[in-house]
T-cell receptor, first 117, second 110 residues
């Protein structure tokens, strides 16, 4: 079974440009999460999809960030226009279900390292 | 807001020594999960604790969940160089949100 895949693995862009990150969750996982880790700091929650619906987007930093999950499969996270402070590693995770059981375990992708110059 | 803290931030140990990282939440948690991230890698799930006072073991790793379900610890006995990485706790709140701690970065000196 394929794990969570993210593309690209690295992205270097200039301030003001647009970048789109993609996440393909594990097949059958309805829950998809985006996180960001800025250098040396904690992994911060950005948002959570249940199928194609945004369940919780309270962690999105501002309106320069737009996440979509059309059809409830893969998701994209667009940053437009990118700023220097957007640099970091963006992780995507997916889980089969929510709640307390084993099905809520989140499986992480390898992340996209974004550098804004 | 709800916070999950971890101490220490960094730990350097001699190979063979023990290591413990502590996780504390500002609120009661539904469950807590532990992840390990190797340098340059991504977080990998280690274990989930659900019950108050629960203790689980994985070989040299011992995980505890506090009685009040607000704190947790990870203890590694006789560290090895393969244990190097950052250990994150992640608490699930009553609102079903997962909050990660800042992580404890472990270095093992051979």
């Amino acid at each position: 079974e394929a794990g969570v895949t993210q593309f690209p693995s690295h992205s270097v862009i200039e301030k003001g440009q647009t970048v789109t990150l993609r996440c393909d969750p594990i097949s059958g996982h309805d829950n998809l999460y985006w996180y960001r880790r800025v250098m040396g700091k904690e992994i911060k929650f950005l948002l959570h999809f249940v199928k194609e619906s945004k369940q919780d987007e309270s962690g999105m930093p501002n309106n320069r960030f737009l996440a979509e999950r059309t059809g409830g499969t893969y998701s994209t996270l667009k940053v437009q226009p990118a700023e220097l402070e957007d640099s970091g590693v963006y992780f995507c995770a997916s889980s089969q279900a929510r709640g307390l059981g084993a099905k809520n375990i989140q499986y992480f992708g390898a992340g996209t390292r974004l550098s804004v110059l | 807001g709800q916070q999950v803290m971890q101490i220490p931030q960094y730990q350097h140990v001699q190979e063979g020594e023990d290591f413990t990282t502590y996780c504390n939440s500002s609120t009661t948690l539904s469950n807590i999960q532990w992840y390990k991230q190797r340098p340059g890698g991504h977080p990998v799930f280690l274990i989930q604790l659900v019950k108050s006072g629960e203790v689980k073991k994985q070989k040299r790793l011992t995980f505890q969940f506090g009685e009040a379900k607000k704190n947790s610890s990870l203890h590694i006995t006789a560290t090895q160089t393969t244990d190097v990485g950052t250990y994150f706790c992640a608490g699930r709140t009553s609102y079903d949100k997962v909050i990660f701690g800042p992580g404890t970065s472990l270095s093992v000196i051979p």
